[in-house]
């Protein structure tokens, strides 16, 4: 986490020293696991809020005494009192500031020299914070990162999805996970992704949503989630996708230069070896879509709800612009919904006000998953 060198420790200030949204995401994730808090409640806005770590480690501070005054902080012990939680448990608790202020001031030092430290497999974007009424079931949604590599993006839309559905973002952690290093094309990819994420779910249903080269992965997953699920070696399938402004058209005019250079553009405000490591997964990516092979399995096919962007605006990193309406995905599937978003282009299609006026859509469609796989 960077802090301005030169000041007393309490005034450091998270935003005027470079921090960014993939950190502040990371860092919630690691102190919610190392002070067992849910992430929901140790969030990025927290950070944002909060951005002096001294007002940042009282607020965490007041979560976890209202976290023991709540008799929560160890739920296996849930019925034994306060004072005989914390003799059992003596040195955790006392030692909560002092573990905050040793992970702000080496996870700078781990983000220079690691780049996993700050972009995982798996981002917890929103946990459920409360149950649908509708049915018993929880919902798991896993959103495919695009040529970026990073799960960020998706931010807006968790915060739009239902209260009582998990967020997940996939992100393409190649540098942090050997065998994702060795994938050579998408079709790998979304297998290694495929099996992480039934990992993951195990027979929680779950609902895949990808935007731009995220969604040609949203397909290929379901696609293997859906064979095994034919071939009853899983318990999971995945009855239908949900897309933004992706396309199966058009891949021969991807540059992957461009994508390493749109990236380094895009993500100027990051650290160098950051802007550096997902531009060179831009690039790799790039490359596994301009040689992607599309297979028709209407039998396989989930329902597609796809998203698109009035706007055509041409990509840096692709003379594609877009010509069919439905992007290509009408002869993938027979179950083709089109959403057409106005005012809107590529990128802003994800932007709050745009989701806003979906928002009613995208919770019946998650409704709609859980209701067929009842």
């Not at 696609?223 to 949900?242: A, F, G, M, W």
């Not at 490359?287 to 962007?309: C, M």
Request: glycine share 6%; hydrophobic share 40%.
């Amino acid at each position: 986490m960077p802090f301005a060198s030169g000041e007393a420790l309490g005034e450091k200030n998270f935003i005027l020293s470079g921090g960014n949204s993939i950190q502040a995401a990371q860092i919630s994730w690691e102190l919610s696991k190392q002070l067992n808090i849910s992430y929901g409640q140790l969030s990025i806005e927290l950070i944002f809020k909060y951005p002096k770590i001294g007002d940042f480690v009282e607020e965490i501070w007041k979560i976890i005494k209202n976290k023991e005054e709540n008799e929560y902080f160890d739920q296996q012990e849930k019925n034994k009192n306060l004072t005989k939680n914390l003799e059992e448990n003596k040195g955790e608790t006392s030692n909560k500031l002092e573990a905050i202020t040793t992970f702000t001031q080496t996870t700078k030092q781990k983000n220079a020299n690691n780049f996993q430290t700050f972009l995982p497999l798996f981002l917890p974007l929103r946990n459920e914070t409360t149950k649908n009424l509708n049915n018993l079931k929880p919902l798991n949604i896993f959103c495919i990162h695009p040529i970026s590599g990073s799960a960020i993006l998706y931010r807006h839309l968790a915060g739009i999805l239902p209260l009582w559905a998990n967020v997940v973002g996939v992100q393409y952690a190649f540098e942090a996970d050997s065998l994702i290093n060795k994938a050579s094309s998408l079709g790998e990819l979304a297998k290694y992704y495929a099996q992480k994420i039934e990992d993951y779910t195990k027979e929680t249903p779950l609902l895949l949503i990808g935007h731009s080269l995220g969604g040609v992965l949203a397909y290929e997953i379901a696609l293997i989630l859906n064979q095994k699920y034919l071939n009853c070696s899983s318990n999971l399938r995945v009855p239908l996708i949900i897309l933004f402004d992706s396309w199966t058209v058009g891949q021969e005019f991807i540059c992957p230069k461009k994508a390493k250079q749109f990236v380094l553009d895009r993500f100027n405000h990051f650290s160098i070896h950051q802007r550096n490591s997902l531009s060179i997964g831009a690039e790799k990516l790039a490359g596994f879509l301009r040689t992607h092979k599309f297979n028709a399995n209407i039998e396989l096919s989930p329902e597609i709800w796809l998203f698109t962007a009035e706007k055509k605006i041409k990509l840096v990193f692709s003379d594609y612009i877009g010509g069919s309406v439905d992007g290509g995905w009408a002869c993938l599937t027979k179950r083709l919904n089109l959403i057409k978003c106005e005012d809107v282009d590529h990128d802003s299609i994800l932007d709050l006000d745009c989701l806003k006026k979906r928002s009613k859509i995208l919770e019946e469609l998650c409704d709609r998953v859980i209701e067929l796989n009842n």
